[in-house]
């Protein structure tokens, strides 16, 4: 009795308000090519597709791609849609028969193939692939590219079929009920003959439990357990047309209605969604649930809705007071709601009513900061002007007449003795109780505003300061013990959870956690993953998360993970996720018994359903939309390039190499929070680590050398879930000629062969000499000897112009060095170089030495490697060659032999063995025994590399090696001995 007057001294009158729930919309706008949407599907990658009265258009989450008669369609009128089991895409039209987009292209179904005139209602498909349709004259099949009517039904007009998991036939007539078709003959249910309320049938669905949801023109009705039965709507909704069913992933159904919204069956309750529930309009024609969970939508004259994120639901528009700004929030002993907003209204929530109370209680536009309930007739209201105290039939006002130090009250807090704090902008202050007169705690220098009071378990008081943390304990104010010197300040909200850890919330400061059995406090700021630090409110829940209310959302923690794993798992809510109020109000949180979370905004009031909260694990799927060259758009098909139909991408795609500059545009479709997708990409073969998470839906790569390239991508949606394996796209850039091994192993074969070629000629010349020489011997011995200082001379003179011949080369492989840009290339060209300077010292050596047959070894290797020292610059990189060759004669050939395979060796070692520091290379030649060596070459270096093997089989040097030690009659063996050791074993001839 006492509440009634209560309400009956302050409520001005009593309204239900409309819950309004998070929706979206895509109109004309937004480029949907026109605003009455028939059908909606979502295809195997995530896309949907709209049928509208202006054409086809599939969205991607954020930008529609429109089909008409411009891309082949017969239609614009589309009306029904259908994705088949070989993922085509079919399309009844409303005056034109039937499509199917194949790829890029469309093949027309109309009179030619069998179909009536006019258009098609609806379509689908029976469990062996088989397509149906649904016209004005009768069901049709497709068999054998022919459409063909189904003669046990009668020639009406359908408007929609369906098949069951059993593969049963069901036929919606448009105006002679329903059919029902299957291996023991055809039934026809009417509302003569069934439970059906009406003939005129528009739609068919089977949800998951295997229930036939049928919807007429009055109403819906069920069938399961061989049974037809009524579907009683809720009552209060006129001209029931249901138009549409879906199964959302709770297991609820969605009945879509003409001229009356929508309405979600739990299995108990109804709830009825219009436009006061935030519907753009009740004018709704199709209703479908995507992968992810979300509604779609199609309605008459406003386009495309989604409805999503159903565990947020907002109370925005509460009569009189639109789009309030609710700064106070608070429970009473029965877990009613109350609350209060920044201009002066105040009310409480009771069976989804708001009860409004009386305006003129405090002055026009004052601001509520809080409110405590102590009971159902003692209300206290924390005021700009002041404190107020409700209760029947009176109201009591303190202000600074009354001994407040300032007219801002933010916060009451009752005490054990039942005094009652003050937190004011002036300080804290007392009000004794069954007193009229409040006592100034202390002087406002020491705290600044206080803000925020809290008592916690062990019935400490804390408190919330503009200048940091404080305690009130004997009567007195007081430092916090155990929080130090904390620059910890603008503390506008304190809570604790169960384990006795108190959480201080200070905007632009963080979140502050302390505890008695801890030595310091610990502060979370955005340097250890808070994502906003403008806390504004603290509230942990029955399920042990804190609740952090800030300037732009409100986040959720998870207080087990933050104390046993000293982390923070956070989930964040804002506009993309629900959270439409965005700024939550000063300690504007609470929990009501039933479990429901409530948040006071800057928009209204939003409470949070937790027992409907998921999260979205279906991860985006990738698409890469468009490849550029130097970040313009291109045309691949006028290169010459064939496109893959299903990606509009280039098939094997082969650039030359001035066409190195790419830009790939993708895209990760999760419906969802499409603007939240966030991606990692990479361009194998250019990249070794995927790049950091970004949200740029694109990646450019400039100055791409040669070579085969293969660009990955993953993706994420806004919960976190990764795709789990990357897209890919391989491409090639091509080299210009003179960079392609074919046509640098050409230029060493041409060099090699005319060097071989010259030495050749000049062998047979010299055999041809020698053999007339031994024709005029008998006849010329007494100029023997003169003969033979001219064969000398002869010699000489081919070993020297052999010798200027491959300095001729040499000198060409110079010339092309210089050209030569690509590492590998010119690494190539210096060691053809190398070898056949060999070649050349080796012709110079026999023709300056009296002995034509032999060579001294010694002297040779010493040019060999003052060869190599000039080469690769040793001095600067002070590497020193040791050479220990004992100063014997060898045969040419075997000399020539030994000095390449020195050259490979020393050269070697000098490019791999020292990369960053100092060395020596010793080159010497040992007798194992009577006419048996070995020749060491061995450095001081880094060693052989772990890869050897593999590396020695590849490398054209260390082949060359092992060829000619096989032609010495010998093998070469490798060691790791200090650096790197090779030792050639081999016989001398005598």
Known sequence: MRLFALILLLVVSLHTHAQQFNFRNWSLEQGLPQSQVNDILQDNKGQLWVATLGGLSRFDGSAFHTYTKRDGMSSNSIRCLLLDSRQRIWIGTTDRGLMVLNGDSFDVYDQEAGLPPGG????????????????????YSLTKDRFVRHTGLPPVRYNDLLFTA?????????????????????????????????????????????????????????FKMNKLEDFELPTGIESPNVRDFTTDNYGHQWLSLHLNGVIKYDGQEFQHLTRYSGLRTDRVNCITTDREGNIWIGTTGHGLMQYRNPWFVHFFDMGQVKEPVISALAQDTKGRV?????????????????????????????????????????????????????????????????????????????????????????????????????????????????????????????????????RYENSKLTAAKGLGNTDFREVFTITEDELGTLYFGGFNYGIMAWHDKWKAPKVYNSSNGLPNEGIKSLYVDNTN?????????????????????????????????????????????????????????????????????????????????????????????????????????????????NRNHLTFDFHGISLTAPDRVRYRYRLKGHDEQWSAVTDYSFATYASLDPGSYTFQLLAANSDGYWTPSPLTYTFTIV????????????????????????????????VKLNTLLEQKVQHRTRLLEEKNREKEILLKEIHHRVKNNLQIIMSMLNLQTRRVQDPKALEVMQAVRGRV????????????????????????MEAICEGLGATYGIRERHIKIKLDIPAIMVEADTALSLGLIVNELVSNSIKYAFPDRYGQVAIYLRSEQQDAYALTVHDDGIGLPTDFEERRKKSFGLQLVSSLAKKLGGHIDYLNNNGTKAILYFVLSP
């Open 735 to 766: 080299p210009p000629v003179w960079r392609r091994e074919w046509f640098i192993v050409l230029m060493v074969l041409v060099a090699t062969g005319g060097a071989i070629s010259v030495v050749r000629l000049r062998e047979r010349s010299l």
């Open 837 to 860: 300077r060999s070649m050349a010292i080796l012709h110079e050596r026999l023709y300056q030495h009296e002995d034509l047959a032999s060579i001294d070894l010694n002297a040779y």
């Open 545 to 657: 998360h804190l609740w952090v209310g800030t300037s732009r959302g409100v986040l959720k923690v998870q207080l087990d993970q933050l104390h046993n794993q000293g982390r923070l798992s956070i989930r964040s809510y804002a506009n993309q996720e629900g959270f439409r109020g965005l700024e939550v109000s000063n300690r504007g949180i609470t929990q009501t018994p039933d479990g429901t979370v409530w948040f006071a905004t800057a928009k209204g009031l939003t409470m949070y359903l937790p027992e409907m909260d998921r999260r979205n694990q279906v991860y985006p799927n990738t698409l890469i939309t468009n490849i550029m060259l130097f970040q313009k758009p291109t045309d691949w098909t006028s290169m010459g390039y064939i496109i893959d139909s299903a990606t509009g991408l280039p098939v094997n795609l082969r650039l030359p190499h």
């Open 120 to 139: 098609v209602h609806s379509i689908a498909e029976d469990n062996q692939g088989i397509i149906w349709a649904a016209t004005d004259s009768g069901i």
């Open 166 to 222: 059993t593969n049963e036939l069901w036929a919606g007539s448009n105006s002679q009920g329903v059919y029902r078709i299957n291996a023991k003959g055809t039934n026809n249910y009417t509302a003569a003959n069934s439970a059906l309320n009406d003939n005129s049938i528009n739609a068919l669905d089977q949800s998951p439990d295997g229930t036939i949801w049928i919807g007429t023109a009055n109403g819906a009705a069920t």
């Open 338 to 470: 109350w609350l209060g907003t920044d201009d002066g209204y105040a009310a409480f929530m009771e069976g989804g009513i708001l009860n409004w109370l009386q305006t003129d209680i405090w002055p026009k536009g004052t601001t509520l900061h809080s409110m405590w309930v102590a009971n159902e007739n003692d209300v206290w209201v924390c005021t700009s002007n002041g404190l107020y105290r409700l209760g029947p039939g009176k109201v009591v006002h303190y202000g600074t007449a009354q001994g407040l130090p300032s007219a801002e009250v933010y916060q009451a807090l009752p005490m054990p003795t039942s005094d009652l704090l003050l937190a004011t902008a002036a300080g804290l202050a007392i009000l004794p109780v069954n007193q009229q007169y409040i006592k100034t705690v202390h002087q406002p220098q020491c705290t600044g505003k206080v803000y925020a009071l809290h008592r916690d378990s062990r019935d400490r008081i804390w408190i919330g300061a503009e200048k940091g943390v404080f």
